[in-house]
């Protein structure tokens, strides 16, 4: 039986993952830790558009950690849609009492101080596309993991993958090529990237996917 040698985050990260609020599941986290940890050998910010309460950013965090680069997390902190009120996914305490909005900056704060990871992040409040049109540094990883709307899902690609150098790993979280699992925004950016002929898949984990971003030389072969 071959052996598997897929890095792992450190195990106080792993329960704080396990622990924290959030939508991801262990499978999927750990595929992104991998190409996490892959993409942070390039020397670069690793990226992440949508942040929610920071389950995945831990892993970000951790694996940035690791290679001696820094996580960068993206989010207005007010919920994408299906996080509001009446949807699926609402959950009542993100809602900040004395505004009755959402609100969930206070509980990324807190997952992110109790896995004493604070130190190699930056988290970028804010909307994404207005994130995206005053950065300048390349990135090794772009993760969008944000609204799934076309209309936001399509921005956070284009907003951010321009950015994504080569080499640098596309990771697409909720890709789901039957509707009847899932919404098709993620899926579209999906199918987006592969038909530009700039990206390569490289693994796929149920609804995560991980392209790699190609260099000048492979573009010459096509």
Known sequence: MPVDHSPIPA????????????????????????????????????LEVGTYCGRSTLLLADAARAGGVLAVT????????EQQPGWEYHDPATVDPRTGV???????????????LEDHVIAVVGRSPQAASVWARPLGLVFIDGGHTDAHASA?????????????LLVIHDV????????QAP??????ALESGAFT????????????????DDLARG
Do not use: C, Q
């Open 11 to 46: 195990p106080d990260v792993l329960s704080a993952f396990e622990a924290a609020k959030g939508f991801m599941p262990l499978n999927e986290g750990l595929a992104l830790y991998a190409a996490a940890t892959e993409a942070a050998r390039l020397g670069l910010p690793l």
């Open 74 to 81: 993206v989010d207005h902190h007010r919920g994408s849609e």
């Open 102 to 116: 959402m609100d969930t900056l206070p509980a990324f704060r807190r997952t992110l101080y109790e896995a004493g």
């Open 156 to 168: 956070d690609y284009g907003g951010w993958v321009p950015h994504l150098a080569p080499g640098g």
């Open 176 to 183: 789901f090529p039957d509707p009847a699992d899932g919404g």
């Open 187 to 192: 899926y579209r950016v999906y199918l987006r």
């Open 201 to 216: 898949e490289i693994t796929v984990t149920d609804s995560l996917r991980v392209l790699r971003r190609k260099g000048a």
